[in-house]
Each structure stands twice: as structure tokens, then as C-alpha cells.
């Protein structure tokens, strides 16, 4: 069978299965979440098993450490993944909520509330523990899915999305609610991003380079995820101990996700308090850092930074530095470079902090706080989906109501136009 009749039978499966699940009742979906939940704990042995193979292959092709790390799978991993579920079960459904209501002078009732999107094509790179947060936020907000993994994580996500669609399956849910392409072949992405008709939406989660790929070509609609150029500004007013902390927090902790800070821009008029602990600490943690002329005169170690770099999302231990004159300067910078993902200041210039959160355009902008906040469990919100980067539907940590759309309910007594 060729890629496309191969993933067109998938996307039909899953928009036959979309129709019974959009109907479902709450108890129903959360039945299954917890059976899902459960399942990842029993075969365990078998997803590690499958994910020994995809780190055997990583390691032989040169797979750099931090891309490692998220491709790992380990007990506590798949506790946590089976946490994320239950967690899910927790959460309020969206489906069905009453948005607004009201009745119209001629006596129409019209009532606006959420229903799923449909199908929803989830595109993702080497983090097999998106295979199970995605199909556990689609299936409670109504939606079948189907998903696309990187080749990197083929096997874990095989071994994956077979136990979640058997528990899902064997507890109730319509057969072929959890779809997953096991194809490496690129075309299987061109394919999956052309089925008008039977995929609603399209979610790109990795790299720009994926991100940008579906957005530009796919003929589905496409909610823009992820790519985080992610930056923190330490201003003149700055507590320098709090400002070191959130730099070391929002570089270090995972240098690998979409929410850790990739450059760092410090006031002039800080440096040179800021600057040499700071930079000490950098060496000692094994970030290599990219700065520009005046950071360089701090220390012998640090690379010339290029054009390139301020626009590059590193997603390891490298970090680009720069010394800008004042906040419109880091603004500036931020506007000319930034992915609209998640930015910060810290100062305690309350004039600064709100001129820095007024005219910085992302999804999310702190004062005073790490850049690793900008998640759905941080915020509150429980699992989510991606972090949209876009304006249009969703933007910032995607959740339950992120998934579903909006319909009308209009009741009447007879009325004609």
C-alpha cells in the first residue's frame, strides 16, 4: 500500500471514530483516561524495551545529549505520564460549556457553547511522552487523533500508542479514536498535512525547522507551536542574586525545551556588577556562551557571538549574551528576534516592568520570574497540548478548551426572516 493510502485509512479511522467521541459523556472519557493511565504502568517493561532501541540508534547517529535526554525513557517518566493522564481525567470538559446565551428582540435563543474540533493531526519530534499527552488531551476534549511522531522515537512511540488505543478501546471508547502513522518516510507528514476532509487542525511540536515546514505547506489548518528564541533582560535596577538565579533556572534546568531563555541581555549600566559572577557561574554549569563585543571583554572564554546566533533556538548548554544601553534597546532586540514565546525582565523598576510587558509581543512575559513557568501544569491548567505562538484561536499554554471550537444553538418559536 502506498504512504498516502496508508495515512488517509488512518485519518479516515480516526474522523469515524471523531463522530461517536464528540457525543461521548464525561464519565465515559474519563474512564478510559484512567484505563489508559494504568496500561502505560503494566506494560512498562515493553515501552522501555522499545525505547532502549530508539537510544541505541540516537547514540550510534550522533544524537547530542540534550536531544537524548528528552528521548529517554525511565520509570519515573512513565509514572509521569500516567500522572498526566489521571491529571487529565481531573479536569473540568470543556465540551459542552455555555459560553454566552442570550435572546434577540424578535425572541431567537442563541446559545454559544464548545464542541471538539474533530481530528486533530499532532506532528512531533524525539518526546514519546507527547504521544501519551496528546492522546489523553484530545480524547477528553472530544477529539480523535492522529499522530505523527519522529522517526528518532519510532519504537517507544509505536509500543505507546498501542497501549493507549487498546486500553482506550477495551474501555469503551470508539475504535480508531488513536491513530499513529509508523512511518519515517517524510511523505507521510506532506500527506497528513494535505487531508482536507478528514483532519480539522494540524499541531506542529519541535524544532522551527518542523514548525515552519508544516506551517508553509500544510493545506489543514494549523495552530503554531513552540519554537522558543526565548529571552531574559537583566535591567540597571536588577537584584543581582534573584537576577542570577532566574538566568542560571531559565538556561540550565532543561536547556532542551521550548521555555528555557537562549540569550541573555544585561543594561550597561549592570554589567560590570552582573556580568563576571554571572558569567563564572555559566563556565562552572558547562554553558558556552556567545556574546557580543562588550561581553567578551569580561572574559577570554566567551565566543563571538553572530547575527545568526540571537536568532537561533540552541536547545542545549550554549547561550548567546549581549549588553544593550536601556529596556527600549532590549525590547527592540526582543522584537527583531523573538519566536513570541516566552521573554522576561528583572528589575525593580516598576516604570520598566510595565513598559517592558507593554510593548514586548509574546504569548507570555514575566518580570521577575524564570521563563520555564510558560506551561500548561505550571499555569494551572493541567497537561496541554503545545505552547501556541500564534494570535488567531489559542495562544500561550494550550489546553482542554484550546481543542474545541464553538458552535451555535439557536431555538425558536416559528420566527422567519
Known sequence: MEIYDLVKAKAQAAKKASVKLAVLDTEAKNKALLAMAQALLDNEDAIIAANDTDMINAKAKGMRESMQDRLKLTHARIEGMADGLRQVATLVDPVGDVLSEKILPNGLKITKIRVPLGVCGIIYEARPNVTADAAGLCLKSGNAVVLKGGSEAMESNKAISKVLSDAATLAGMPEGAIQFIDIADRQAVSDLIHMNGLVDVVIPRGGAGLIKTVVMNASVPVIE??????????????????????????????????????????????????????????????????????????????????????????????????VVEDVYEAIEHIRQFSTMHSECIVTEDAKNAEIFQKNVDAACVYVNASTRFTDGGEFGFGAEIGISTQKLHARGPMALPELTSIKYLINGQGQIR
Open 225 to 322: 507551536t513552540g519554537s522558543g528564541v526565548c529571552h531574559t533582560f537583566v535591567d540597571a535596577s536588577a537584584n543581582v542574586e534573584m537576577a542570577m538565579n532566574i538566568a542560571v533556572n531559565a538556561k540550565v534546568q532543561r536547556p532542551s525545551v521550548c521555555n528555557a531563555m537562549e540569550t541573555l541581555l544585561v543594561h550597561k549600566d549592570i554589567a560590570d556588577k552582573f556580568l563576571p559572577p554571572m558569567l563564572a557561574k555559566y563556565f562552572e554549569l558547562g554553558v558556552e556562551i556567545r556574546g557580543d563585543e562588550k561581553v567578551q571583554a569580561f572574559s577570554e572564554k566567551v565566543v563571538p557571538a553572530t547575527e545568526e546566533d540571537w536568532a537561533t533556538e540552541y536547545g542545549d548548554l550554549i547561550l548567546s549574551v549581549k
